[in-house]
């Protein structure tokens, strides 16, 4: 048996609706064979908690080996996880085609699933929903409410105790007005497809650029309309179901995606570009969904049609159909790269596009930044997820950046919080809005 392979890597999908993966003991089975090639490898060990935690406990084992280690101990690992996907796509040389077949991210998540069809806390369901808490949290007074409730020590220490949401934990604000509802209307251009990219777009708003950053919605808006690209809002979506999907609720990830699915299809078969602002958004149609429904069509036509705003801009410019007629510097960047970018596979996008401004100093920093979605906020994982992002405080700060910026609004929140005062002068700015301000628009 060769060390790794050589092959390029393959996935196999989520088997999950097969009924033998649901079963806790073959699931249990498959977490050990797992734990044990990783025990004898150990090459992911600073990637984040879940493996120095299984280690962990294979080497205070009777045993040292993972057949030492307690079965109920299992899911101290798996609690570790946050799907992140990085040790999958950058570190491990046993993933398919190896016939090891390790796909560690699958396992946690098949360990998830079985734990989330046994009941889950309050909190997790509630986090989770992230439509649902940004539907009524946008309401304008409920959104100061929560904003003043978010801000206030006493309330955050009650939030620990009943929500279990860490009290140190910053949480992003609501925002007043929706972006869907304060949607700008396309100016009218010819569509002018590329040989890399359709002419016309359709937006999926995401819920975070929806309930907490519209800004973020807006900025890509103005930088279509200065490119003379036509968009359209996608029609009704809801959430793309991630969180869910990290918190092993399949079920829930079914109902989202026969929401979103029909709708953006269409947009997909009607030659539309899908544009999602955020990474974990554009990651769930790219390759989430697909490894769940891999002979759905209309999932594989979304999952064809779906950019990163930057992949569609910089393969706009390979097009010629982009302009570059910067007006403005913008200084010293520290740019974060957020794992869900990486794992989507499609080179260092708006690192190129932020370089192609003159007068731009980027500083890059491709590391977890250790938040997740939900992960990060909650009591039992705050002080891990700040210990995962040191480094990437560290390294942000050394610059002494004009600028803070990540593809991610929810890891640029935690790299904030987590550099304190060693941020400086450094303002955050998501990458789009830098690039907004560089066409002086
Ligand atoms: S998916 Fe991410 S969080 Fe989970 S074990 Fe792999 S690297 Fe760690
Ligand atoms: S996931 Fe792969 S690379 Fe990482 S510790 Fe396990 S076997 Fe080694």
């Known amino acids: 048996m060769r060390e790794g392979s050589l092959e390029a890597p393959t ?68 609690d570790q996880c946050y799907l992140c996907d990085l040790c999958y796509m950058t570190k491990c040389p046993y993933v398919p085609p190896h016939p090891w077949n390790v796909d560690f991210p699958h396992v946690m998540l098949r360990a998830k699933a079985i734990k989330f069809e046994k009941g889950i806390r309050f909190r997790d369901r509630l986090l989770s929903s992230t439509d649902a808490m940004g539907k009524l949290a946008a309401i304008p007074v409920v959104a100061q409410t929560v904003n003043a409730v978010n801000g206030n020590a006493i309330a955050r220490s009650a939030m620990q105790s009943v929500l279990g949401v860490h009290k140190d934990r910053e949480l992003p604000p609501y925002a007043p007005h929706r972006f869907r509802s304060s949607f700008k209307k396309s100016p009218s251009f010819p569509v002018k497809p590329g ?73 997909a078969r009607d030659g539309y570009a899908i544009l999602a602002p955020v990474p974990s958004c554009a990651l769930m149609f790219k390759q989430e969904l697909p490894l769940m429904y891999p002979n759905d069509a209309d999932v594989l036509a979304v999952r064809d049609a779906m950019f990163d705003p930057f992949e569609y801009f910089v393969l706009r410019k390979k097009d010629k159909l982009l302009k570059s007629d910067f007006r403005q510097r913008l200084g010293k960047v520290a740019y974060h790269i957020p794992c869900h970018s990486r794992v989507q596979n499609m080179g260092q996008k708006t690192r190129e596009m932020l370089e192609s401004v003159p007068g731009t100093q980027l500083t890059v920093v491709e590391r977890c930044s250790g938040h997740d979605g939900t992960w990060g906020v909650k009591r039992e994982y705050f002080d891990n997820s700040m210990k995962i992002g040191r480094p990437v405080f560290r390294m942000m700060a050394e610059p002494e950046a004009d600028y803070v910026s990540s593809d991610c609004p929810i890891a640029a929140r935690h790299i904030v919080q987590g550099m304190g005062e060693e941020r400086k002068q450094a303002v955050k700015a998501h990458p789009l809005a830098l690039l907004r301000k560089a066409y002086g628009i």
Not at 18 to 35: G, Q, T, Y
Not at 47 to 61: E, R
Request: hydrophobic fraction near 40%.
């Open 11 to 78: 996935r196999h999908p989520l088997d999950w609706k097969n009924p033998e993966f649901w079963d806790s003991a073959r699931a249990e089975k498959e977490l050990e064979r797992i734990f044990d090639i990783c025990h004898g490898c150990r090459r992911c060990v600073s990637l984040c908690t879940t493996f120095p935690t299984l280690f962990d406990l294979v080497d205070a084992s009777p045993t040292m080996e993972v057949d030492g280690v307690k079965k109920e101990d299992y899911a101290r690992v798996v």
């Open 195 to 267: 040989k890399e990219t359709p002419g016309k777009v359709a937006v999926f708003a995401t819920c975070y650029a929806n309930y907490n950053e519209p800004e973020i919605g807006h900025d890509l808006l103005a930088l279509l309309a200065h490119n003379e690209i036509p968009y359209v809002l996608a029609d009704d979506e809801v959430c793309c179901g991630m969180p869910k999907l990290e918190l092993g609720d399949l079920q829930g990830v079914n109902l989202l995606k026969q929401k979103n699915i029909p709708i953006l299809a269409r947009h």
